[in-house]
């Protein structure tokens, strides 16, 4: 389970569709480090940043959905892909007006609010290995923006945007039950073995199995591909193949692309029984008809 899961997948949101990301996989990829069923990190010649609108995951109304910002030309993309539409304002000025609503129970103003602070959340993270200087150059012009935007941001405000993100998650918010995953608990990647018996870690797997389920029954294809990827590596919940192609099917459908036998087989190769490759393929089928009505 070793994969940072706010990079990892966040490098390559807008990247292959699941068809495509199927037929790259070989069927001999080891099943501790399974790809991201809804996308391809690119490397680090071709890579993505927060403010890079390439990784802008759900299209031009994704913004908008669920109450979060609008995007526009002056658009910073977030943590997680979506433009945020700041009108100018640095984050303390852009949540000012959104936090007591947030505190009082608007969850759409918590989800604006964790998104416009979860820009502040990488600050200190080093750079990636870029292969050309100008890219280096880019991040770094753009670390400084983001510096600017933060300058006001503390590290317990940072921190608080996960409450703003689980209240915003556990009402329903679909964009805020995935990124819930995608930030690792408590705001923190997933590292193999780290407090295994943890009971907040327990806590997190539980929750955001919730989440990505209920994103998923919202016919939300990127929610069905992450689940697949999870019932793959048995990162949230007990390894279980049949689930994994299931929900690789359904994510499939929920893009509209058709995926045949043997492109699952490439997928998953020897990780999964006939007899399992058959099953899921049937729940998949069904799994999509009830979600995508």
């Not at 949101?13 to 790259?24: K, P, V």
């Not at 416009?116 to 100008?134: F, G, T």
């Not at 499939?252 to 099953?279: K, M």
Request: one cysteine or more; proline letters at 5%; charged letters at 20%.
């Amino acid at each position: 389970m070793k994969r940072n899961l706010r990079y990892a997948t966040a490098a390559g949101l807008a990247g292959l569709g699941l068809a495509a990301a199927l037929a790259l996989s070989g069927a001999g990829q080891p099943p501790a480090q399974p790809a991201f069923i809804a996308a391809a990190a690119p490397p680090a010649a071709t890579a993505t940043h927060w403010f890079d609108g390439r990784i802008n995951i759900g299209g031009p109304d994704q913004s908008a959905r669920d109450g979060a910002p609008d995007a526009s030309a002056a658009a910073v993309y977030g943590r997680h892909g979506r433009a945020i539409d700041f009108g100018g304002l640095t984050v303390a000025q852009y949540i000012a007006p959104r936090i007591a609503a947030a505190r009082m129970g608007d969850m759409k103003a918590a989800y604006a609010v964790y998104q416009a602070i979860a820009v502040c959340a990488a600050l200190d993270e080093a750079a990636a290995d870029y292969q050309e200087p100008s890219q280096l150059a880019q991040f770094q012009r753009e670390r400084e923006e983001q510096q600017r935007l933060c300058a006001t941001i503390s590290p317990a405000q940072v921190q608080e945007r996960m409450q703003f993100l689980s209240s915003a998650a556990r009402a329903g918010i679909r964009d805020a039950q995935i990124d819930f995953y995608m930030e690792g608990p408590g705001g923190k990647p997933v590292q193999q073995n780290d407090g295994a018996s943890d009971p907040l870690l327990a806590q997190w797997q539980a929750d955001a199995l919730t989440f990505l389920k209920s994103a998923g029954a919202q016919c939300d294809p990127f929610a069905l591909g992450l689940l697949s990827n999870a019932y793959d590596a048995g990162d949230l919940a007990a390894r279980t193949p049949r689930l994994a192609v299931a929900y690789g099917v359904a994510a499939a459908a929920a893009r509209h692309v058709g995926l045949n036998r043997q492109q699952l087989l490439n997928r998953f190769g020897d990780q999964v029984s006939d007899a399992e490759l058959d099953e899921g393929m049937r729940l998949g089928a069904q799994l999509a008809q009830e979600s995508c009505k």
